[in-house]
């Protein structure tokens, strides 16, 4: 594997740990694709540092229980948003 690609899985894998930011957000900030960080994390990460990989995990676990909560929020603000104009 490529050193910069290396160093950017365990970057974006830090970012999530210390931020609890979502995939998408990650993807966002680092100017890649929602695929890119999920191989990062998966695969990337897991080979290079599998205690980090473990706490990337543990934030995404909890990302993903709390993402109907988010959607509904998501779509209350946007029907807001649309009854304000």
């Known amino acids: 594997m490529k050193d910069h690609i290396e160093e950017r899985a365990v ?4 970012f999530i740990v210390s931020s609890n930011s979502t ?3 990650t993807a966002k900030r680092f100017g890649i694709s929602k695929s890119t960080v999920h191989k990062d994390i998966t695969d990337r990460v897991e080979k290079l540092d599998p205690d980090l990989a473990r706490s990337v995990r543990k934030v995404l676990e909890v990302n993903k229980a709390e993402r109907h909560i988010r ?3 998501a779509t209350r603000e946007k029907y807001l948003r649309r009854n304000t104009r």
């Open 11 to 14: 970057a974006v894998a830090n």
């Open 71 to 73: 959607g509904g929020l």
């Open 23 to 25: 995939v998408r957000e």
